[in-house]
């Protein structure tokens, strides 16, 4: 795969698509230098060329630049397992000793005797008693706590790294170019809402008000004197499959034009966005980089996508190859590999986080 | 209450509170030209500049610069009952020929009779039944289209003008000046979340994706091939009270520095704004005009403002006196009337709705 990671300059000034551009644009330094010149690129950039043109039959305004990215997959990487499953299972045993009946109940017991099968056997209803346990009974303030704590020490089972680590530098790119081109960028995530919330402003750019995800219900106390929000042991909202489209008219209360997935629980998403009027974009993420990340679709328990991989062409999604499309997987290759198209990896993180967070 | 709306013009050069300005300060155009010169408008300038001034103690980053703005009574009129109410009741009119058993069906019946005894005996749960009869039972798309024909052809019994006519000016003033200093305003309104969004952006220049409220249950479909959102008869969220917290974090999903609100469904807001760390601000708008607009407070059903006029000073929060401290009430006096301060009403229109939408 290293190949694919240095053959960046060499391809630095090849045509980008079949847009023609004019000579001063063709030398502005490329938005997305870790992306391979191909045809995602040509399509994403043709999309971006298209909604900003004005006068064109693609313009769209600024204010209607919406752009939805799901997380686990998309943004950041999310096997083994998804991160925040990884928070809890290190919850529970961080939790263990103040819960000594834990050792004889499930789906405690499975998870502290790390006992896949019988955490398996525990099912959906298993997992939320697992979820409610290390996401509830807290306010707000301590859960968001426990959640930095976490990022800041526990490490990836297979690069060693912090999980805020294991975010997608092409996708970090691909965030900057929309917002330098007037797009307000969204999260959409099935994840929890107060998780990614914990990361995203820092390591994406992208403030809390645009991060949608799963949530647990929350009530208002006064409590000597303090208001506090305490996370109460009850599902509010779970932002997966038909939930996207649901969250998206709930927290966005307008359709978005660009969809960014990974995964069938994006589906409907896609579905969504695309299917609206003017100028529109859909891009489906494949997991087929086994050496630099991660190898899996059809039959993977987090992440699994099937039918998205059937249904992309029809429907006029673009579907994204890791293995072709990115020099880079993460950020801290550009620090131990050196430069992707000779940039400086200062310039990189800056163009990443932006005064402007929309 | 003419005078102090005329009386405009000549306290313009009167100090504006204790802030030392620099003279090109002083002389650049007053932002809130339809506020009198009262600690009401010293307060909030003061407040502004104090997060605005870099190095100062009371100094917050842009990013952090949210206010959060109730509107029923805060940003337009809520009397004789809130606005959206009266759509309600117009709706079930509208939809009566559809519906012959509503003649006798209660709470139907008590709408088509204008029968206000037995409308108020139907309690809260005859009037769960009118909104579920006009909110539920149809697309989104559909339901927007409905709230955008009311909009544009019903008429307020008082000023026989359209609700949106209804707007505060200093408010539009307030915003514009907030946005013009980095802040992002939100709307956080006990109303539908999507009656409001259908003018916010117009009105307000406050965009779908900022408007908190209210909600009912969505339901992702597909119908025909072509994919829909269908509103459902049930409760989601009430964005109200103890809900308007909840609903910040939710939506927002960090603390504001400042609340605006006027009754006692926003003390839970305020009160969860101004007691976080660092420069906060809380005004409660007290409506005391009955000329030019409603006077009400503690006996109201719309808009019943009691504890927070007993607390506001213990509390720190500004109560703002309609009849003191505002020279303009609603946009359309600055036509029939003159100008404000010698400002065309053309400006004034642009400053409200500038291409800074956050």
């Given at each position: 795969m290293k190949e694919n990671y240095q053959s960046g300059p060499q391809q630095r000034d090849t045509p980008r698509g079949s847009r023609p551009e004019s000579p001063a644009k063709a030398r502005s330094?490329?938005?997305?230098?870790?992306?391979?010149?191909c045809s995602t690129k040509s399509a994403i950039r043709d999309f971006v060329a298209d909604v900003t043109t004005g006068g064109g039959t693609g313009f769209v305004p600024p204010h209607e630049r919406i752009a939805v990215f799901d997380n686990d997959g998309t943004l950041w990487s999310e096997q083994p397992f998804y991160f925040q499953g990884l928070f809890v299972f290190d919850r529970i045993h961080a939790l263990a000793p103040g819960h000594p009946e834990w050792k004889d109940t499930q789906p405690f017991k499975a998870v502290l005797e790390i006992d896949m099968n019988a955490l398996a056997a525990s099912g959906l209803h298993g997992l939320l008693e697992l979820v409610m346990a290390t996401h509830a009974g807290m306010t707000t303030e301590e859960f968001e706590r426990s959640v930095r704590d976490w990022l800041a020490t526990a490490r990836h089972p297979?690069?060693?790294?912090?999980?805020?680590?294991?975010?997608?530098q092409p996708m970090l790119e691909l965030l900057a170019f929309l917002r330098a081109n007037e797009f307000k960028t969204f999260i959409m995530s099935g994840g929890g809402i107060e998780f990614v919330r914990t990361f995203s402003e820092e390591r994406y750019g992208i403030p809390p008000e645009q991060v949608v995800g799963s949530s647990i219900a929350t009530k208002y106390e006064v409590r000597d004197g303090r208001p506090v929000l305490v996370r109460e042991p009850r599902l509010d909202f779970i932002n997966d499959h038909e939930g996207k489209p649901v969250g998206i008219n709930k927290f966005i209360g307008r359709r978005p034009i660009a969809a960014f997935g990974n995964s069938d629980g994006d589906l409907q998403m896609l579905e969504w966005v695309t299917a609206g009027a003017g100028s529109r974009f859909g891009l489906i993420i494949h997991h087929d980089d086994a050496v630099r990340e991660f190898a899996y679709d059809r039959?993977?328990?987090?992440?699994r996508l099937d039918r998205g991989l059937d249904e992309a062409a029809g429907r006029g999604w673009t579907v994204l190859s890791m293995v072709r499309d990115w020099k880079v997987i993460y950020p801290f290759e550009l620090e131990e590999g050196g430069d992707v198209n000779g940039r400086r990896r200062n310039q990189t993180a800056r163009n990443q986080r932006g005064r402007n967070q929309t």
């Amino acid at each position: 795969m290293k190949e694919n990671y240095q053959s960046g300059p060499q391809q630095r000034d090849t045509p980008r698509g079949s847009r023609p551009e004019s000579p001063a644009k063709a030398r502005s330094p490329d938005p997305l230098p870790s992306w391979h010149e191909c045809s995602t690129k040509s399509a994403i950039r043709d999309f971006v060329a298209d909604v900003t043109t004005g006068g064109g039959t693609g313009f769209v305004p600024p204010h209607e630049r919406i752009a939805v990215f799901d997380n686990d997959g998309t943004l950041w990487s999310e096997q083994p397992f998804y991160f925040q499953g990884l928070f809890v299972f290190d919850r529970i045993h961080a939790l263990a000793p103040g819960h000594p009946e834990w050792k004889d109940t499930q789906p405690f017991k499975a998870v502290l005797e790390i006992d896949m099968n019988a955490l398996a056997a525990s099912g959906l209803h298993g997992l939320l008693e697992l979820v409610m346990a290390t996401h509830a009974g807290m306010t707000t303030e301590e859960f968001e706590r426990s959640v930095r704590d976490w990022l800041a020490t526990a490490r990836h089972p297979k690069f060693n790294r912090a999980y805020t680590d294991l975010v997608f530098q092409p996708m970090l790119e691909l965030l900057a170019f929309l917002r330098a081109n007037e797009f307000k960028t969204f999260i959409m995530s099935g994840g929890g809402i107060e998780f990614v919330r914990t990361f995203s402003e820092e390591r994406y750019g992208i403030p809390p008000e645009q991060v949608v995800g799963s949530s647990i219900a929350t009530k208002y106390e006064v409590r000597d004197g303090r208001p506090v929000l305490v996370r109460e042991p009850r599902l509010d909202f779970i932002n997966d499959h038909e939930g996207k489209p649901v969250g998206i008219n709930k927290f966005i209360g307008r359709r978005p034009i660009a969809a960014f997935g990974n995964s069938d629980g994006d589906l409907q998403m896609l579905e969504w966005v695309t299917a609206g009027a003017g100028s529109r974009f859909g891009l489906i993420i494949h997991h087929d980089d086994a050496v630099r990340e991660f190898a899996y679709d059809r039959a993977s328990v987090a992440g699994r996508l099937d039918r998205g991989l059937d249904e992309a062409a029809g429907r006029g999604w673009t579907v994204l190859s890791m293995v072709r499309d990115w020099k880079v997987i993460y950020p801290f290759e550009l620090e131990e590999g050196g430069d992707v198209n000779g940039r400086r990896r200062n310039q990189t993180a800056r163009n990443q986080r932006g005064r402007n967070q929309t």
